[in-house]
């Protein structure tokens, strides 16, 4: 299963040189990964883990202007031992050009604050986001 999230850009999130600043572009896949825990995942919440993200390789491709409206596409790539990789593809609504690509690593934590093994009710509950 691929999550889906719609972000329109808004006159404060340009730079001086009237596109997405490149700290905005981290916001905007970061408001796709609250979606998709809050939308499918808030099992996890309630059972006392927590999400945390460990690595993030972001790549921008072409710049985000005002009034355009970004879909970023989310889905697991990779299972670990102890953590995955979330591949984020942001780009503008009606168009297949990539604006950014991120692969962001996480881990999901007990209450204690250590990483689990992704196994069991963890990898049951990630497994329809793979890729």
Not at 10 to 27: C, F, I, P, S, T
Not at 76 to 95: A, V
Not at 97 to 121: K, M, N, Q, Y
Request: with cysteine; hydrophobic share 40%.
């Amino acid at each position: 299963m691929n999550n889906h999230t719609e972000i329109k850009v808004r006159g404060y999130h340009l730079d001086l040189y009237g596109h997405v600043n490149n700290a905005r572009y981290l916001e905007f896949i970061e408001e796709a990964r609250w979606a998709l825990f809050e939308e499918h995942l808030g099992t996890l919440a309630s059972k006392g883990y927590s999400f945390f993200v460990v690595n993030i390789n972001i790549s921008y491709k072409s710049p985000a202007t005002l009034g355009d409206t970004i879909a970023i596409d989310s889905c697991i790539t990779r299972f670990g031992s102890k953590s995955c990789t979330l591949k984020q593809t942001m780009t503008k609504n009606g168009s297949e050009t990539p604006v950014v690509e991120a692969d962001v690593t996480f881990v999901i934590a007990g209450p204690e604050g250590r990483a689990l093994p992704v196994e069991g009710d963890i990898r049951d509950m990630l497994e329809p986001f793979a890729a």
